[in-house]
């Protein structure tokens, strides 16, 4: 049974910065395409980033450098670091997982996933 469980979201100004962590479990965590997608109520859903199992990342066009993805297979945690955070990065962040070879690893895989947490709320003012 697959559970991910994300928690670090809050309010913060704009230039600030936030670290979201995912805390995943009942799966292969180390095998798994992970990543996060954002969403604002009434607006399509949007990849953030992704990891693969080999470590490699992927970010959305928006990200312009201010996000990092990355995760500690030990804690079987994902985390995404947040920094010089804009209002327009105000929404609720999800954690997703996918049992999909690297290569295949992507944005877009993230945006189906199957697997995904409750959320936590981003708030930049």
């Known amino acids: 049974h697959v559970q991910l469980v994300e928690s670090g979201g809050g309010s913060v100004q704009a230039g600030g910065s936030l670290r979201l962590s995912c805390a995943a479990s009942g799966y292969t965590y180390s095998s798994y395409c992970m990543g996060w997608f954002r969403q604002v109520p009434g607006e399509v859903r949007e990849a953030v980033a992704h990891?693969?199992?080999?470590?490699?990342?992927g970010y959305g066009d928006f990200v312009k450098g201010r996000f990092t993805i990355s995760k500690d297979t030990t804690k079987t945690t994902l985390y995404l670091q947040m920094n010089n955070l804009e209002p327009e990065d105000t929404a609720m962040y999800y954690c997703?997982?996918?049992?999909?070879?690297?290569?295949?690893?992507?944005?877009?895989?993230?945006?189906?996933?199957?697997?995904w947490g409750p959320g936590t709320q981003v708030t930049v003012s």
């Open positions: 997703a997982a996918e049992d999909t070879p690297f290569f295949r690893c992507a944005l877009n895989v993230i945006l189906t996933a199957p697997y």
């Open positions: 990891i693969d199992s080999r470590g490699n990342t």
